[in-house]
T-cell receptor
Framework: KAGVTQTPRYLIKTRGQQVTLSCSPI?????VSWYQQTPGQGLQFLFE???????NKGNFPGRFSGRQFSNSRSEMNVSTLELGDSALYLC?????????????FGPGTRLTVL | DAKTTQPNSMESNEEEPVHLPCNHS???????IHWYRQLPSQGPEYVIH???SNVNNRMASLAIAEDRKSSTLILHRATLRDAAVYYC???????????FGTGTSLTVIP
């Protein structure tokens, strides 16, 4: 069974630009969650999508958005990038959601904002 | 969101049991207790989760206090590959953000 995949693995952008990250969950998993990891703030929950609907949202500004497609693949978008958005962005998939099932994490996308 | 408290770091000798504590005094009756770990340069990895009763799986055991205000992750025989940051997380059925916290950094001494 293929694991969670994320593309791209590395990305360099400049301030003010926008970026889209992609996540393909494990086949059959309907829940996809996104996390931001930085040395200073640790692992922070961004949002969770389930069956194309955002079900939970963390404390991030509206510049961070996401969506989920009918095949459960998910994208995360960050607009008007700031230096502080440099981080490792992780997505995780689970059958019904992180509350009830184990999450499987992808390798992450390393975003650097210059 | 319900929060957890864990020691910043712990050490264990290889091949000995490890007991990783977690306090969650504000836990509600429907909050699940989850444990994940993150090895260096890797994404988090699921370890175990439970609601009220103690749980066992191939990786570890989860011991939940009777009042549910604390729990302990038990690694029965630590190996060098168990060196990681261990996160104790609570999840609720309302507005859950799956808050990871700072975790416990476990060092395994050969």
């Amino acid at each position: 069974k293929a694991g969670v995949t994320q593309t791209p693995r590395y990305l360099i952008k400049t301030r003010g630009q926008q970026v889209t990250l992609s996540c393909s969950p494990i086949s059959g998993h309907r829940s996809v969650s996104w996390y931001q990891q930085t040395p200073g703030q640790g692992l922070q929950f961004l949002f969770e999508y389930f069956s194309e609907t955002q079900r939970n949202k963390g404390n991030f500004p509206g510049r961070f958005s996401g969506r989920q497609f009918s095949n459960s693949r998910s994208e995360m978008n960050v607009s008007t990038l700031e230096l502080g958005d440099s981080a490792l962005y992780l997505c995780a998939s689970s059958l019904q959601g992180p509350r009830f099932n184990e999450q499987f994490f992808g390798p992450g996308t390393r975003l650097t904002v210059l | 969101d319900a929060k957890t408290t864990q020691p910043n770091s712990m050490e264990s000798n290889e091949e000995e049991p490890v007991h990783l504590p977690c306090n969650h005094s504000t836990i509600s009756g429907t909050d699940y207790i989850h444990w994940y770990r993150q090895l260096p340069s890797q994404g988090p990895e699921y370890v175990i989760h439970g609601l009220t009763s103690n749980v066992n799986n191939r990786m570890a055991s989860l011991a939940i206090a009777e009042d549910r205000k604390s729990s302990t992750l038990i690694l029965h025989r630590a190996t060098l590959r168990d060196a990681a940051v261990y996160y104790c997380i609570l999840s609720s059925n309302t507005g859950n953000q799956f808050y990871f916290g700072t975790g416990t950094s476990l060092t395994v001494i050969p």
